[in-house]
Every structure is written in C-alpha cells, then in structure tokens.
C-alpha cells in the first residue's frame, strides 16, 4: 500500500492527540471525504487504522504501535549508518538525485523484508 492518500491519513492520525472524525482526517488530508472515507475503510480492514464509535459518529486512530516513538527511534538508529554509507557510495549529479536514489533503495530493501517477513507470519 503506497498510496500518498492514505500515508496521509496515517501521518494524520499519527500526530492527533485523539481520534479523529472523518471529516476532520479529510480537512487535514487536504481531501475529499468521499476519498477519504474509501481509504480509512481500507485501513480499518486492513486494520492499520481502528475505529470506535458512538451515537452520532465514527472515530478513527491508529494501532497503538504506530505511536512508539522507541520503536521508531530504534530503526532510525539502526538505518542511518546504512543510509549514509549508500549516500557515499551513490554517484549521482545532485543533492535531490541522491536523496532519491537512497529512498527508491529504502523502499526495494523493505519491500524484499516485508516478503520475507509475510512468510513467517
């Protein structure tokens, strides 16, 4: 899942000190509800987002995993020595150019983990 849309919501919902209406995840967004409302239905399913609800509304937050700051301060301890060294290594023309380069990388390195990880779960 690598739709900007609802790595928005995520981010979104990541930074609410509570959770979140619809309507407030998509003024946030920058979105429509309508779109929104189809991505929060995703990520409910595939249960990255929760949702409770009472009379009048449906609310909308995270796993609690995606709020350990540890675990996030962890794998950026853990991946900066790697980014830099692969920055060193990148021979490129510009400072944007090797910023890309380094997270097309991240993002095939985590796509090859996550398959070798679907296969143990």
Request: no cysteine.
């Amino acid at each position: 899942m690598t739709n900007e849309v609802a790595l928005k919501i995520i981010k979104v919902l990541q930074e609410a000190d509570r959770p979140l209406i619809l309507n407030h995840v998509a003024r946030e967004v920058g979105e429509s509800p309508q779109l929104v409302d189809y991505h929060l239905r995703s990520l409910v399913e595939k249960q990255v987002v929760l949702q409770t609800e009472d009379v009048s509304s449906k609310y909308y937050f995270l796993q609690p995993s995606f709020y350990l700051v540890e675990a996030e301060t962890s794998l950026m301890k853990v991946l900066t020595p790697w980014i830099q060294e692969f920055a060193k290594q990148t021979e490129v023309e510009t400072d944007s150019d090797k910023k890309q380069a380094v997270l097309d990388n991240l993002y095939y390195y985590f796509s090859l983990f996550l398959k070798k990880v679907s296969k143990k779960v």
